[in-house]
């Protein structure tokens, strides 16, 4: 019989800690932290970088969205801004008109406002009593809501600080204007919005909440925003 073989079975069989390291096993607590930790850092990246919740908190987009209405924000489209940076990642394309766009006031970059393109760069825009003119021809708009049926266009008063006399839109800059034009603070009071202010644009009513009734308005759920 071979020695070697005689050898190993002249002693007991090992227990299988003696021949392997013991594996010690991650706590239950320790399991759920990373989860939880992972899930966090997920939810961060697709906020920062993709997709991003907001509620309408005026009426100033009225009819399109409404005060109550919770929207989702596609921020990968234009190139989102990383964190804690200036820089952009790379769009997909740049904003047109008639985006209805989520982006940093220019008079206060904290806050953040909503309003549709009316204008790109380039562009001669003004504003002509309710009526839009870009590059002298008048724009239609069906989405846009009044608060009276006159001073359609002709020589209507203006006493807007811009747009009242055709105005050229800068280099990497917007015209925006609220759907509801009567009551919305837009360009046509504080100027033009700076495309890397831009954070995304909107695209879906994912929940709409009336606050004065106290109801649900079922119709306006899975909404989307062209």
């Known amino acids: 019989m071979d020695e070697r073989k005689i050898e190993i079975e002249a002693h007991p069989a090992l227990p299988a800690e003696a021949v392997e390291p013991k594996r010690r096993r991650k706590s239950i607590v320790r399991e759920y932290a990373e989860a939880i930790a992972i899930a966090v850092l997920l939810a961060l990246v697709i906020r920062s970088l993709v997709v991003q919740a907001f509620t309408i908190p005026s009426g100033s987009m009225m009819d399109t969205l409404l005060v109550g209405d919770y929207i989702l924000v596609n921020k990968f489209l234009y190139g989102p801004e990383l964190p804690l940076t200036e820089l952009h990642l790379p ?3 740049d904003p047109h008109r008639g985006d209805i766009i989520v982006f940093r006031y220019p008079q206060d ?36 809501k009044f608060a009276d049926s006159g001073a359609r266009g002709g020589d209507a008063y203006c006493g807007y600080a811009y747009g009242c006399e055709p105005t050229i ?13 009567d009551n919305s603070q837009d360009s046509r009071y504080w100027g033009f919005v700076k495309r890397d202010k831009i954070k995304g644009k909107a695209f879906l009513i994912y929940w709409s909440w009336d606050g004065d009734r106290h109801w649900l308005r079922w119709w306006r759920l899975a909404n989307y925003i062209p």
Do not use: C, W
């Not at 002509?128 to 846009?144: A, V």
């Not at 800068?170 to 759907?179: A, I, Q």
């Open 169 to 181: 839109v800068p280099p990497d800059s917007y015209f925006v204007m609220g759907d509801n034009r």
């Open 109 to 144: 970059e904290k806050r953040d406002f909503i309003k549709r393109i009316v204008a790109t760069p380039g562009e001669r825009v003004q504003v002509r009593g309710h009526q839009i003119l870009i590059n002298g021809k008048p724009l239609s708009e069906p989405y846009t």
């Open 91 to 93: 769009s997909l394309r």
